[in-house]
């Protein structure tokens, strides 16, 4: 982290204080030159033919889902809302891919007018509607099967695939889908998707995975005729959230994932195969720094509580993956750590704690603190309207330049969809 000689904490070369001041708290920062530095190292390492398709979900910031298509990604939607960012910030249908195991018949309609590249059907009943309302619309679509693999993946907390699922078409079922989509008038089956979890470190754990996806597509399209027209492997890709989690080694892995690919080609034909691969965490994560006020600070029975004006209405993550967020006090980057602070929102639960127990400086009232790798998973997955409070706003820093993103909320905006006219 760069911060000045007076220890005031640096994003993407602007003080940190400047944007609170400007902008206020809580408050998320994104520092486009890091997401740059990300998308570039993963493109460098991975073959040509395969593509990134950035996962919306982790980050859907209009202005970061444009800068990442401006550097040539495509997007990864799993919602309707997802779409309209998509389509709002410049993606074309062809640069779009569409997951998840829900999508209602309006969401699959919305999807066929807006020529999204592939639908990734989840469910025997859902390829039937897909196939319905392809029809309807006299609009065929292309297709890859969401597998759930047998074989999940080791070390991974959050599992997407392997095991029984939600998600996906169990391996043993996907005979029957397969033959099925073949016969279909309106579907163009292109091949198979497989994402089996999140933030995996290690890419080696990943590249088995992806080695396990290539033998499942090979041996479905010489028994059943899958076409292998496109491949996608999903997201997943890790990054550190403290010193004991090791680097996702990008290059190890486009090197591996070349081998794969490689091998893979020498038992069948993937010629004209569109490879896909569905990052989200890896792009963005790091480039997010969540700033927020410190409005009260007690002691409870020994320990230290710093009150912040964010909460877990603002950024959920950091208590659901029960870590210790990098996290240090923006306005005094140089001073020595001298306690265990637990950093709580303003939320009336006890669920409301960003961070236990951490060595910080002395904290004080007005202390401003920062929690990193807030990139993902942020503002998106938090319980955004908890408490009837406002959003927080987004700021994008870039190489000593700043500008808003995403405005402040106001306190009326929780009721702006409701009637008002009481009956009581
Ligand atoms: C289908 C799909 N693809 C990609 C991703 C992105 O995953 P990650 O952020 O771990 O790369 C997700 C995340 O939930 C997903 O559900």
Not at 157 to 178: F, H, P
């Amino acid at each position: 982290m760069k911060y000045s000689e007076k220890g005031l904490l640096k994003i993407g070369n602007v003080n940190a204080l400047t944007l609170v001041k400007e902008y206020g708290t809580p408050l998320y920062v994104y520092d486009l030159d890091i997401i740059r530095k990300q998308y570039d190292a993963l493109k460098r390492a991975i073959p040509k033919k395969v593509k990134i398709f950035y996962a919306i979900k982790a980050n859907p910031n209009p202005t970061v889902c444009s800068f990442l298509r401006s550097l040539g990604a495509g997007a990864e939607i799993a919602s309707s809302g997802e779409l309209y960012v998509a389509l709002k910030v410049g993606f074309e249908g062809k640069d779009i891919v569409y997951n998840g195991p829900g999508k209602t018949d309006e969401d699959i309609q919305y999807a066929i007018k807006s020529d999204v590249h592939i639908i990734n059907v989840e469910s025997l009943d859902e390829l039937h509607r897909l196939n319905a309302i392809a029809k309807n619309e006299h609009r065929p679509i292309k297709v890859c099967v969401r597998v759930n693999p047998i074989q999940g993946v080791k070390k991974v907390k959050m599992q997407t695939g392997g095991g029984s699922q939600k998600l996906g078409i169990d391996e043993e079922q996907i005979e029957t889908v397969v033959k099925t989509a073949l016969s279909l008038n309106w579907i163009e089956l292109q091949g198979i998707h497989v994402y089996v979890g999140s933030q995996i470190l290690e890419e080696g754990v990943l590249l088995e995975s992806i080695d396990n996806t290539l033998q499942i597509a090979g041996r479905m399209a010489k028994q059943f005729g899958l076409p292998l027209k496109c491949l996608n492997f999903g997201g997943g890709l890790g990054v550190p959230y403290n010193e004991s989690e090791p680097e996702f080694d990008v290059e190890n892995f486009g090197q591996g994932l070349t081998t794969l690919i490689h091998k893979a080609s020498l038992l069948f034909d993937l010629s004209e195969t569109q490879f896909i691969l569905e990052p989200g965490r890896f792009l963005v994560s790091d480039a997010g720094i969540f700033l927020t006020k410190v409005i009260s600070v007690k002691e409870s029975r020994g320990k230290k509580y710093a009150i912040v004006d964010g909460g877990i209405n603002h950024a959920f993550l950091p208590i659901r993956m029960n870590k210790k967020y990098p996290t240090a006090i923006a306005n005094k980057m140089n001073w020595p750590n001298e306690n265990t602070t637990t950093i709580g929102g303003p939320l009336c639960t006890s669920m409301d704690v960003f961070t236990n127990e951490v060595e910080l400086p002395h904290v004080e009232l007005n202390d401003i603190i920062s929690i990193f790798n807030s990139g993902a998973y942020g503002f998106s997955a938090s319980l955004l309207y908890f408490l009837s409070a406002p959003m927080p706003a987004e700021v994008i820093v870039q190489n000593g330049k700043h500008f808003i993103a995403r405005r402040r909320g106001k306190k009326e905006d929780f009721l702006s969809n409701c009637e008002l006219t009481f009956r009581f």
